[in-house]
């Protein structure tokens, strides 16, 4: 697959290094040729130039991609140029946004006329993942797949859970309603097999189906915890786009330090307590009384601090914390100091991307924002070799394994006996840099 990605920002660059263990054909275009050295060191070409120049777009051969993606901090230009790249012949184009109104269902058919196929607005995609954290506290992470047919959650089993002590393979009594598709231990996922045995600490990516969530949250020791107040720290694009879809049914409190952002904020959101501190006042959470609400959310510009605010949280009895965490390489420090819920919007926009570019109906783009991992929605072809043998007899690789399926629209599980056939939808786990093996084999 030939893709061109236009802005070597954070999203950009994040989307390219991960796209360059695919075996894709991969072009990244910047202006800024300080951003692109950053890419030297990656199996893909890089190209100092405007992403809205007729003579760079044509040099590249942007009639001859597959996939044109405009993540540039400038939404007129990532608009701009997903129009011109479609005009020369480009098969899908992709714009990153920042205006909420073009979401909604008659700015898309506008933009289609354009050329542009779908449209991406990180900060909202990272508020409607908050939103779900929200919803359920018990997991780090929940995601609805195939249209909510199956569900697979990130968790973190303690001492306490039911499964902790048992290998895979004898987990059929106790958990047969539940497929443990990969384990994140010491910073490490693993795509288990049935000798693999659950441990203390360890964060678990379960499939299920959504009659079962309850019975996989009992097996896995956690309670469901009743939400009604949410304290945000930050008043960011995301804490913004956040507000307006829980406002209705918790109550919300914003804290920021910026005094004229909180003023900005009390206009747009006059349903929300906007409350200004001082910068530098480490005591704020205390003071606020944080033990009275039911889930703080840090979303400060840096991610340090996020997630020291959230240990505090903790030590002072918050159940559930999310946090802000920008910095990729810290993600596996947060997940070990028992955060809770991290939010990186790199990670979810480009997984989002990721994901159109292996299904054709962007409507319904869904991949897992996890870093060292992907998750993908996929239809079985005619021809496919999963179609051949019983899952069992596969020979799937190590790196990948299957979560679930949905055939004739009702979702299931797959397990070793499972014969997969043309038309089935399914949700593959696989580690980062397999997706090119799966799409092989699933045709």
Known sequence: MRIVIAGAGEVGTHLAKMLSNEE?????????????????????????????SFDVLKSIKVGAADIFIAVTPHETINVIASSMAKSLGCRKAVARIDNFDFMKPASKKFFSSYGIDALIYPEYLAALEIQTAIEHTWVRNWFEMLNGELIVVGVKIRENARIVGHKLKDLGGISDFMHVNAIKRNREII???????????????????????????????KDQHKV????????????????????????VKIMDSDYERCEQLADDLPQCNIVHYEAGNNDVLEEEGVEDYDVFVAMGESSESNILNCIMAKELGMKKTIAQVENLQFINEAENFNIGTIINKKLIASSTIFQMMIDADTDNAKCLALADAEVAELEVGASAK??????????????????????????????????????DKVVVFCLSGAIHKIERMFG
């Open 24 to 52: 894709q054909d991969i072009i990244v275009v910047d202006k800024d040729v300080k951003k692109l050295h950053s890419l030297d060191n990656y199996n893909l070409m890089t190209v100092v130039g405007s992403a809205v």
């Open 191 to 221: 795509i288990p097999g049935g000798l693999d045995e659950l441990m203390a600490n360890d964060i678990l990516y379960v499939a299920t189906t959504p009659d079962k969530v309850d019975a996989v949250r009992e097996v896995c020791g």
């Open 228 to 251: 009604e107040r949410v304290l945000i720290l930050g008043g960011n694009e995301i804490v913004k786009q956040l507000a307006m879809l829980i406002s209705d049914k918790y109550k």
């Open 386 to 423: 999963v179609t051949k043998a019983p899952v069992k007899d596969l020979k799937l690789s190590r790196d990948m394994t299957i979560a679930g399926m949905v055939r004739n629209g009702v979702g299931q599980l797959v397990n070793g006996d499972t014969r997969l056939m043309a038309g």
